[in-house]
């Protein structure tokens, strides 16, 4: 990912997905949105599951699902620079936003609330 800056340009794909969705999501009483790594993210619950980084989309999903689109070369596990990813969450590329809405209704499963 080029940008060393968290949030996503003005304007991208992922900032458009993003501004989008969010206000569908927000529709949920139990989503709500908190800063986190200088973006803005949504949590259910208290649990984040989802937001924009540079030019990908961050989504919190099972473990199989993130090795999966690893595999497929669509997502790289997130790691905000700790060098230590996670294993249930995947920055999806914007090479793969066809799979984006899919991604983020099961970010808001996997995260409950």
Same mark, same amino acid.
């Given at each position: 990912?080029? $940008? $060393?800056k @968290?949030a996503? *340009?003005? /304007?991208?794909a992922?900032a !458009? +997905?993003?501004a989008?969705?969010?206000?569908? !999501? !927000? =529709?949920?009483?139990? %989503?709500?949105?908190?800063?986190? +790594? =200088?973006?803005?993210a949504?949590?259910? /619950?208290?649990?984040?599951?989802?937001?924009?980084?540079?030019d990908?989309?961050? %989504?919190?999903i @099972?473990?199989a699902q993130?090795?999966?689109? %690893?595999t497929?070369?669509a997502?790289?596990? +997130?790691d905000? /620079?700790h060098?230590? @990813? /996670?294993?249930?969450?995947?920055?999806?590329?914007?090479? *793969? $936003?066809?799979?984006w809405?899919?991604?983020?209704? &099961?970010?808001? *499963?996997? &995260? =409950? =609330?």
């Amino acid at each position: 990912m080029p $940008s $060393s800056k @968290p949030a996503p *340009a003005p /304007g991208s794909a992922t900032a !458009l +997905f993003y501004a989008e969705h969010r206000m569908a !999501l !927000l =529709g949920d009483p139990s %989503v709500t949105e908190k800063k986190m +790594f =200088g973006t803005t993210a949504l949590c259910a /619950g208290g649990k984040v599951f989802l937001f924009p980084w540079r030019d990908a989309l961050v %989504v919190k999903i @099972p473990a199989a699902q993130v090795q999966e689109l %690893v595999t497929a070369g669509a997502a790289e596990p +997130f790691d905000p /620079g700790h060098r230590r @990813p /996670g294993k249930t969450w995947a920055a999806v590329y914007a090479s *793969a $936003s066809d799979r984006w809405p899919e991604l983020a209704l &099961a970010a808001r *499963a996997f &995260a =409950g =609330g």
